[in-house]
């Protein structure tokens, strides 16, 4: 696992065209979740937290993963790497 920092948009995309997945950890309530959006429509899979909105759009196992507390979010980045 690689954290950048912030990024433009343009050096976001350029990460998601080498990136093996999107992991969105929050912990808080999403109501969209943009990021795995904009993952998802460039094919990178996401592996997020079941406590947003963005659950919703992992709709089967090649768009991602959804994990429920810290053990699944070990186990969900293991078999995507």
């Known amino acids: ?11 976001v995309f350029e990460y998601m065209k080498k990136a093996r997945a999107l992991v969105f950890p929050s912990r808080w309530y999403e109501t969209d979740g943009l990021s795995v959006r904009e993952a998802l429509s460039v094919g990178l899979p996401c592996i997020v937290s079941n406590s947003c909105a963005a659950k919703d759009y992992i709709t089967d196992d090649s768009k991602g993963r959804v994990f429920m507390d810290y053990k699944t979010l070990k186990k969900q980045v293991e078999e995507l790497a």
């Open 1 to 11: 696992i690689q954290f950048v920092g912030w990024k433009t948009r343009n050096e």
